[in-house]
């Protein structure tokens, strides 16, 4: 197996090139959506394949096949564990636990089944909060024999110093403009333009905008949003909670995203297509009023079912984001 995509390739071969004493801590940092999860993962399979090949994991002996179907006995993935809460609604944690970093450090204790390599991969890494890197800094100061960590973060500045300094790292930057889109053409997507604004340039992250209604519910959500005045929270409230709440997430995030930079004296990054309803609202809007809303989004980590009361939740929403561009009465 080669690099999944053709601008990890150069990281992919730096990577290759350490097969035989991989290091024990490894660091892959980027900006999301370039492919960092991918590639940690086909990095932590070439080591447990028991036939592997010049360019990787061979994908067929027992090891590639307990790997690909979730349950190689000597890998471990620590990540953000999903949570269901009373009303029934099942969000991503915002943070990788104690407990769950315990749990990894013992399972670097044990022997390994299959006397080869044994990986950790901990990913979203810039999750874990202090107590849990804490933790993992034991082992990664002096990781067992043949154990391989590999943290995967967007946000590596939010590591502990002392984490990032005990492993080698690797960058994983935005290809080029050009060969984004040439690679985003390549796969049949229209409108790569908007879409690599709408996703900073991320290709991965622009090709998941065109999975199946998302970017026509985008377009719906932000005509909505881009009149305020005009915009009935009852109605749209209703018209709206079937729309998944990780899209609305991204919808939501990148149009505050961009009514903030506006208002801050910028222009729109990501909706683009947007730009002038943009440029008309951001000066109207309430900069403590926009904020509070924004760092809320920001802070309400990623939904993924949706509450019974959606309607009702949206709803509440809207009427806060109509205040945003309402002027005080006195
Ligand atoms: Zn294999």
Redesign the pocket.
């Known amino acids: 197996m080669s690099a999944a995509y053709p601008w990890l390739d150069a990281a992919w071969q730096r990577l290759l090139a350490t097969r035989r004493r991989p290091a024990q801590a490894l660091l892959l940092a980027g900006p999301r959506g370039v492919g960092k999860g991918v590639l940690a993962r086909a990095w932590a399979?070439a080591l447990l394949?028991?036939?592997?090949v010049a360019d990787g994991?061979?994908?067929?002996?027992p090891?590639?096949h307990w790997f690909e179907t979730g349950g190689h006995p000597d890998f471990l993935h620590v990540g953000l564990q999903e949570k269901t809460s009373k009303e029934g609604e099942t969000r991503l944690a915002t943070a990788i636990e104690v407990d769950q970093a315990r749990a990894a450090v013992d399972f670097v204790q044990l022997s390994t089944y299959r006397a080869g390599h044994r990986v950790v991969l901990v990913d979203p890494a810039d999750s874990l909060n202090v107590a849990a890197a804490n933790a993992l800094l034991k082992v990664l100061e002096e990781p067992p024999l043949n154990t391989v960590f590999v943290l995967v973060s967007d946000q590596p500045r939010r590591l502990l110093p002392t984490i990032r300094s005990r492993c080698t790292r690797i960058d994983i930057g935005l290809p080029p403009a050009a060969e984004a889109a040439a690679w985003l053409e390549a796969q049949g997507v229209d409108d790569v333009d908007t879409l690599l604004a709408l996703s900073g340039g991320a290709p991965l992250d622009a090709l998941q905008w065109t999975d199946g209604d998302e970017l026509e519910v985008r377009q719906g959500v932000l005509e909505g949003l881009a009149q305020p005045a005009r915009l009935d929270a009852v109605t749209q409230g209703e018209r709206w909670k079937g729309v998944s709440p990780v899209t609305w997430h991204n919808v939501v995030s990148k149009w505050l995203g961009d009514l903030l930079g506006v208002r801050l004296g910028g222009s729109a990054q990501f909706n683009r297509d947007f730009a002038a309803a943009l440029a008309k609202l951001g000066p109207q809007a309430s900069l403590p009023r926009l904020l509070a809303l924004a760092r809320e989004q920001a802070d309400a980590g990623r939904t993924l079912t949706h509450p019974l009361n959606r309607a009702l939740q949206l709803q509440a929403w809207l009427v806060r984001y109509r205040h945003v561009f309402e002027e005080d009465k006195r």
């Open positions: 399979q394949c028991e036939a592997a994991a061979c994908g067929a002996c090891a590639c």
